[in-house]
């Protein structure tokens, strides 16, 4: 007869995406892995696979919530240049204990680059999702005249998530709150 799970797989999970996210996949030994995520090696095997596999459904569900809370954010104004700057503000204003535990996809593209397949094909995917977004409300911001007419749309795309990419790192650098935040007033004063 087999063993029920004695562990919920979600906050296990969890666990191990803080772990991921504060010392990168190599910095991370399988055995600070079971001690935060309160399994057996037996279980870890028979729930998440190996070390590899748990990394990129850590890194999966990291990619997947993190995209949708900036989605949200960015959808609560209906002003364009409001729904970017409330969402880069939102970020700037996070508590120190998550920005100091770092993004995880963030952490994910500066540790593997383009060299790891799986990795990047996560990484493009939660990209693509909210690069989506971000280029329908800067179409929006010129259509409706808040941003200049002379900024390029995809230019635009790819400064904001880049300018989100820096806050992220800096966050993860101890950078303070109102540094991010003036970061984010820059990154918005860029469209106008």
């Known amino acids: 007869m087999a063993r029920h799970k004695e562990f919920d797989r979600d906050v296990a999970l969890a666990a191990a995406i803080t772990v991921f996210s504060e010392h990168?996949?190599?910095?991370?030994?399988?055995d600070e892995l079971l001690t935060a995520m309160?399994?057996?090696?037996?279980?870890?095997?028979?729930t998440f696979g190996d070390k590899r596999s748990l990394?990129?459904?850590a890194l999966e569900r990291y990619n997947a919530k993190s995209v949708a809370r900036l989605v949200a954010d960015l959808r609560r104004e209906t002003s364009p240049v409001k729904a970017l700057e409330g969402t880069l503000l939102a970020f700037a204003s996070r508590p120190a204990s998550e920005a100091a535990r770092g993004c995880l996809g963030v952490s994910a593209v500066c540790e593997f680059g383009r060299t790891d397949a799986d990795i990047a094909r996560l990484t493009d995917s939660a990209s693509a999702v909210l690069s989506d977004v971000i280029h329908a409300i800067v179409t929006d911001g010129l259509r409706a005249g808040e941003i200049s007419p002379?900024?390029?749309?995809?230019?635009?795309?790819?400064?904001?998530?880049?300018?989100?990419?820096?806050?992220?790192?800096?966050a993860r650098n101890g950078a303070p709150e109102e540094t991010l935040r003036g970061i984010a007033r820059m990154a918005i004063r860029s469209l106008r």
């Open 38 to 46: 309160k399994i057996s090696r037996q279980s870890m095997y028979d």
């Open 24 to 30: 990168g996949y190599e910095g991370t030994s399988t």
């Open 150 to 170: 002379d900024i390029a749309t995809e230019e635009a795309v790819q400064f904001l998530g880049a300018a989100l990419s820096g806050m992220k790192v800096s």
């Open 55 to 57: 990394y990129l459904q």
